[in-house]
C-alpha cells in the first residue's frame, strides 16, 4: 500500500520521541532523541540500525515496554490519533495484543518452557476476550496453521523445547497476530534463525500481514532485508533517526553519510559487487606471494614443523560419530555430525565453509584444529599427520602454527584478564622471548589490528564488540601462525564492524600470507572474505567450488537456496560502490 | 523415567553399606568403655562384663560386628539397645515426631518465603525488599537457641497460651509443635526468602515474561503464570533438600523444646555409645538425605518439561 494517503489519519504517529534510561546515579541517559516516523494502515515500515542505535527502543516505547529504567521523556506517541506515551498503565494493557501486537526477536528465550505452546497462545486469545474455552483451543490450532506449523494440533499440544527455532518464531507469529491487532511490532525476527528459514518465515510474515491488512513495524539491523520487505526505511544511528524514506530511494540514493556507509558495506547487499571481488582478488595474489615465500622457507630449514607443502591443510575422509543415550536403558543411537568429508586448503587463500546450524561445519573446525578426536579419517597439516603427532612438544608446535578465532569476542576473552595478559598468554605458554621482548610483540599485535596500545590495560567489559574481536585476532596472531581458523568470526558484530573485521582479515591475509579456514552460516560475507566455498548439509559436503562459482553458477538445489535467501538478494543495487572513498562516521568502536 | 529412578535406587545400596562401615568405625574408635558407661559409677564384675559382651557381640572385631549388624539389618532386626529395647522400636516412636516437626517447619518456612520472597523480587530495591534482606540477616545472625528460648520464654511462658506450651515432651500432638517447628523453619527461611527474591526478579526480566505482557495479559496474570511457577524451581529444589536436613538434624532444637524425635534419641545414644541405636539412627539418616534428593530430582522433572532423566 501506499503511502501518506493525504487526508487519512496515520495508524501510529511518534512525534519528537525522547526516550532515556536512568544510571546507577538516576542519571538520564537518552537512548532515542526527537525520533519522528509514521506507519499508515496497512504499511510495512522498517528500522534500520546498529545495536544501540535506539531501535528497539523505539519500538518498545510503542508499546509500553520499556526494559528495566527506560522511560519517556518527551514527544508524543499517537495510535490512532490518541497520545499513548503517557497513557494510563491499564489503557495501555488494553492496547497490547489486541490493537498493538509484537514478535519478538529471540524465539529461543520468548516462550515460556513450562507451558505447552497452545496454552501460551490461548492467553493472548483469553486476555483479549477473543475466545475462551473449547472456541479457544479450536482457534490456537487454526493460528498455528496459519502461521504455517505443520501438524498443528499434535504441536499445541507440545512444550517449546520440542520445537526447532523456526517452529518457535512460527508459534510466536501466531501468538501476535492472535488477537488480530492493526499494527504489528516485529523486533528482528529472524536475526536468530537459519536464512533458508529466515526466508520462509518473512515470506510468510509478509504474506499474512497482506491478507489481514496488518501494519508492520519492522525492526532489523540488515539494511538489505529491510529494503525488500518495507515500503518505506527509518535509518537510526546513536538514538536519532538520520535519514527516513522510500526504501528502494534511500538505498540507491542515500544522503546522510552513516546511511552511505551502512549501504557500501552490509554484506547482503556488499555480497553481490564486483568490486568485493575484485579487492578480493588484490588480496589474493598478495597473500599467495608472502605465502610462496614462507612454504619456501620451511620447506628449506630442517627444523620448520612442516613440509612447506602447497596445501597447508589436507582433510581426507574426516568422519565425527556421537553415541547419544538412546530411549531404552541399554541402547545408543549414532548420530553422524560429519560424514566423510575431504577438502585442502591452499596455503594464502581462504577456504569456507558454509552451513546451517547442525551442519557440522564446527564440529569441522574443532577437528581441524586438533581440538576432537575424529571417529575416522585424517587431518594433515603441511603434509604431517595430525592424529600422529604424540609428545607435548610437538603438540605446542602444532598449536603454533594454527590459531583459532571464535564467534562470541563476549565470551571468548577472559573477563579477569587483561587485555595485555590475554594477548602475552599464548607467547608465555610457547615460552617465546623475555618480558620485554614480549611487550614489544604485544604492542606490534595491537598495531597490526589497529588498535591503539592503550587498550593494554583494560579490560575487556570496557571495550565494544568489534574491540574484542580485534583482540581475539591480535591474539590469535601472537604465535606467528599459517593458519588462522574463523569459527564465525563476525557473525556477532553490527554489520559496519562486521566489514571492518573482514578488511582487517583480508589485510592481514595481504601482510603475512595467512591461510584462513572460514567457517560461517552466512554466505553473504564470503564473497568478500573466501577464494574457496564448501557448501555442507546434515554433515556432508554438498558442493565446492570457487567462490565465484557458486556465486554465479551453482549446481546444487540446497547453494542455490542459500544464495536466495540473502536478503536484498534482488534489488537494484545503489549508486555508492564500496571502494568509493566515503564521508568518515564516528564509530563507538 | 521408571529406569532411572531404579538405577538412582540401585546408587544408595553401597551409599548405605559403606556409610554403616564408617558409622561402626567411628563408634569403635570412640574412646571410652560402653558398659562402664551403662553402670556408672558402680564396680562390674567380670562374669557380668562378659555376658554383656557376648550378647552386644562386643567381644568380637569391629569388622564382624559391622557383618553382623548388616545380616539382621536385612531382616529388620537391628539389635537392642543396653537398655533392651529393640532399637526398631525406638525409631518406630522417635520417627513420627520428627517427620511431622520437619514437615511443618518447612511448610512454614515455605510459605513465608515465597510470600516475602515474591514480593521483594517484584520491589527490587524497594523499603519492603530493604527491611526483609535485614530482618532475614538478623534472624540468620542469632543462634538458634538463642531464638528457641526467647519464644520459650515470651510466647510460651510469659503469654502461656494452653495449645503453645513452652515443651513437648511424650505425649505430643500437632500443636504442640507450631513452636519448634517455627522456630526450626526460621534457620532456612533467610536463605529460601533470599532464594525466592533473586529467582523472582530474575525471571521478570526474562523474554518471555515481556512477550507474555505484550499480548496483552494483566499484571497480575503475567506474575502468576509466567514468574512464578518459573521462579519456584529453585525455591523448590531447595526446600526439598531442607526437609532431609531438618528431619535428621534437629537435635538442639529438639533438646530445647524436648522434643522425643530422631535427633535426640542418637544424642543419647552417642552419649552412652550404643552402637546399634547410633548406626540405625544414622544410617536411617543418610537413607533420608538419599531419598529426599531423589525425590528432588523427580519433582525437579515434573515442574521443569525440559528436564528428562535417562
Known amino acids: ?589 | 523415567m521408571g529406569w532411572y529412578i531404579l538405577k538412582r535406587i540401585v546408587q544408595t545400596i553401597p551409599v548405605i553399606v559403606f556409610a554403616t562401615l564408617i558409622i561402626y568405625a567411628l563408634v569403635f574408635l570412640r574412646p571410652g568403655d560402653p558398659i562402664l558407661n551403662l553402670f556408672g559409677d558402680k564396680p562390674v564384675s567380670e562374669a557380668t562384663r562378659a555376658t554383656i559382651e557376648a550378647q552386644y557381640n562386643l567381644d568380637k572385631p569391629f569388622i564382624v560386628q559391622w557383618l553382623l549388624f548388616l545380616k539382621g539389618a536385612l531382616t529388620f532386626d537391628f539389635g537392642t539397645s543396653f537398655s533392651g529395647q529393640p532399637v526398631i522400636d525406638q525409631i518406630q516412636r522417635a520417627f513420627p515426631v520428627s517427620v511431622t516437626l520437619a514437615l511443618m517447619a518447612v511448610a512454614f518456612e515455605a510459605v513465608l518465603a515465597i510470600i516475602i520472597g515474591t514480593y521483594a523480587g517484584i520491589r527490587r530495591g524497594g523499603w519492603f525488599d530493604g527491611i526483609s534482606l535485614v530482618v532475614s540477616l538478623l534472624i540468620v545472625a542469632v543462634p538458634i537457641f538463642v531464638i528457641g528460648f526467647l519464644f520459650q520464654i515470651f510466647i510460651g511462658i510469659k503469654a502461656d497460651i494452653d495449645w503453645l506450651p513452652p515443651t513437648v515432651g511424650g505425649d505430643w500432638t500437632i500443636t504442640d509443635l507450631i513452636m519448634p517447628a517455627i522456630v526450626l523453619g526460621l534457620t532456612s527461611l533467610a536463605f529460601a526468602m533470599r532464594l525466592t527474591r533473586g529467582s523472582v526478579s530474575e525471571n521478570l526480566a526474562a523474554d518471555h515474561v515481556r512477550t507474555a505482557r505484550a499480548k496483552g495479559l494483566s499484571e497480575g496474570k503475567v506474575v502468576r503464570n509466567h514468574v512464578l511457577r518459573n521462579s519456584l524451581i529453585p525455591v523448590v529444589t531447595f526446600l526439598g533438600a531442607d526437609l532431609g536436613t531438618l528431619m535428621a538434624g534437629a537435635i538442639v532444637t529438639e533438646g530445647i523444646f524436648n522434643v522425643p524425635g530422631i535427633g535426640g534419641l542418637a544424642y543419647s545414644a552417642i552419649l552412652k555409645g550404643e552402637s546399634p541405636t547410633i548406626v540405625s539412627v544414622v544410617t536411617l539418616m543418610v537413607l533420608i538425605y538419599v531419598v529426599m534428593s531423589l525425590l528432588v530430582d523427580i519433582l525437579y522433572a515434573w515442574l521443569d518439561p525440559r528436564i528428562r532423566y535417562a
Not at chain 1, 510466536?172 to 520462509?200: C, F, W, Y
Not at chain 1, 596455503?347 to 577437528?367: H, L
Not at chain 1, 564488540?465 to 558484530?493: F, H, M, N, T, Y
Not at chain 1, 553473504?524 to 556465486?551: K, P
Open chain 1, 1 to 589: 500500500m501506499n503511502a501518506a494517503s493525504a487526508g487519512q489519519t496515520p495508524l501510529l504517529e511518534i512525534r519528537d520521541l525522547d526516550v532515556a534510561f536512568r544510571d546507577e546515579k538516576k542519571k538520564p541517559v537518552p537512548a532515542v532523541r526527537g525520533a519522528s516516523l509514521t506507519v499508515y494502515e496497512g504499511q510495512t515500515v522498517a528500522i534500520v540500525g546498529e545495536s544501540g542505535s535506539g531501535k528497539s527502543t523505539t519500538a518498545h516505547a510503542v508499546i509500553g515496554l520499556l526494559p528495566g529504567t527506560g522511560h519517556v521523556t518527551g514527544g508524543q506517541i499517537l495510535f490512532e490519533g490518541k497520545d499513548i506515551a503517557d497513557a494510563r498503565k491499564q489503557d495501555i494493557v488494553a492496547l497490547r495484543g489486541s490493537s498493538i501486537g509484537l514478535v519478538p526477536q529471540d524465539p529461543m528465550s520468548n516462550l515460556n518452557p513450562l507451558w505447552k505452546v497452545g496454552h501460551q497462545i490461548k492467553e493472548a486469545l483469553v486476555a483479549n476476550g477473543v475466545a475462551t474455552g473449547k472456541a479457544a483451543d479450536a482457534r490456537v490450532v487454526e493460528l498455528l496453521e496459519e502461521a504455517g506449523l505443520p501438524d498443528a494440533e499434535r504441536r499445541a499440544q507440545q512444550f517449546p523445547h520440542e520445537f526447532s527455532g523456526g517452529m518457535r518464531q512460527r508459534a510466536l507469529i501466531a501468538m501476535g497476530l492472535a488477537a488480530r491487532p492493526k499494527l504489528l511490532i516485529a523486533d528482528e525476527p529472524t536475526s536468530a534463525l537459519d536464512v533458508t528459514v529466515q526466508k520462509q518465515i518473512l515470506d510468510h510474515l509478509d504474506h499474512l500481514t497482506d491478507e489481514l491488512g496488518v501494519a508492520v513495524l519492522l525492526i532489523t539491523h540488515d539494511l538489505g532485508l529491510a529494503a525488500e520487505r518495507a515500503d518505506h526505511l527509518v535509518v537510526m544511528y546513536k538514538g536519532q533517526i538520520v535519514e527516513s524514506g522510500p526504501a528502494l530511494e534511500i538505498l540507491q540514493d542515500p544522503h546522510h553519510p552513516y546511511t552511505q556507509r551502512l549501504v557500501a558495506s552490509a554484506p547482503s547487499l556488499a555480497s553481490q559487487r564486483l568490486s568485493s571481488v575484485e579487492h578480493r582478488v588484490e588480496v589474493r595474489e598478495a597473500a599467495l606471494e608472502h605465502a610462496e615465500e614462507i612454504a619456501q622457507e620451511v620447506a628449506d630449514s630442517s627444523a620448520a614443523f612442516g613440509q612447506g607443502r602447497d596445501d597447508i591443510i589436507e582433510v581426507k575422509g574426516l568422519t565425527k560419530v556421537f553415541t547419544l543415550p538412546g530411549k531404552g536403558p541399554f541402547n545408543k543411537t549414532d548420530f553422524v555430525a560429519v560424514d566423510d568429508l575431504s577438502f585442502s586448503l591452499r596455503r594464502g587463500t581462504t577456504t569456507a565453509i558454509v552451513g546451517e546450524s547442525g551442519s557440522g561445519k564446527s564440529t569441522v573446525a574443532r577437528m581441524v584444529l586438533g581440538l576432537l578426536e575424529p571417529t575416522s579419517g585424517t587431518v594433515t597439516f603441511d603434509g604431517v599427520d595430525v592424529a600422529g603427532i604424540r609428545g607435548k612438544a610437538d603438540r605446542l608446535r602444532l598449536r603454533r602454527q594454527m590459531q583459532p578465532v571464535f564467534q562470541n569476542p563476549y565470551a571468548s576473552l577472559d573477563p579477569l584478564f587483561t587485555i595485555y595478559r590475554s594477548i602475552e598468554e599464548p607467547l608465555r605458554v610457547h615460552s617465546i622471548g623475555t618480558e620485554k621482548e614480549r611487550e614489544a610483540k604485544v604492542r606490534d599485535l595491537l598495531d597490526k589490528v589497529s588498535l591503539p596500545t592503550s587498550v593494554m590495560r583494560r579490560f575487556p567489559h570496557e571495550l565494544s564488540g568489534g574491540q574484542r574481536q580485534r583482540v581475539a585476532i591480535a591474539r590469535a596472531l601472537a604465535l606467528e601462525p599459517e593458519v588462522v581458523i574463523c569459527d564465525e568470526a563476525v557473525s556477532a558484530l553490527d554489520v559496519l564492524v562486521q566489514a571492518q573485521i573482514l578488511t582487517l582479515l583480508n589485510d592481514l591475509q595481504a601482510e603475512l600470507g595467512l591461510s584462513y579456514l572460514f567457517i560461517t552460516h552466512d554466505l553473504a560475507v564470503v564473497r568478500q572474505i573466501a577464494d574457496d566455498v564448501l557448501v555442507m548439509q546434515n554433515g556432508r559436503l554438498v558442493e565446492a567450488a570457487s567462490v565465484d562459482q557458486v556465486f554465479s553458477s551453482p549446481e546444487q538445489e540446497y547453494t542455490r537456496a542459500l544464495l536466495e535467501a540473502i536478503p536484498g538478494g534482488s534489488i537494484p543495487l545503489g549508486v555508492v560502490e564500496a571502494g568509493d572513498v566515503l564521508p568518515e562516521v564516528t564509530l563507538d568502536d
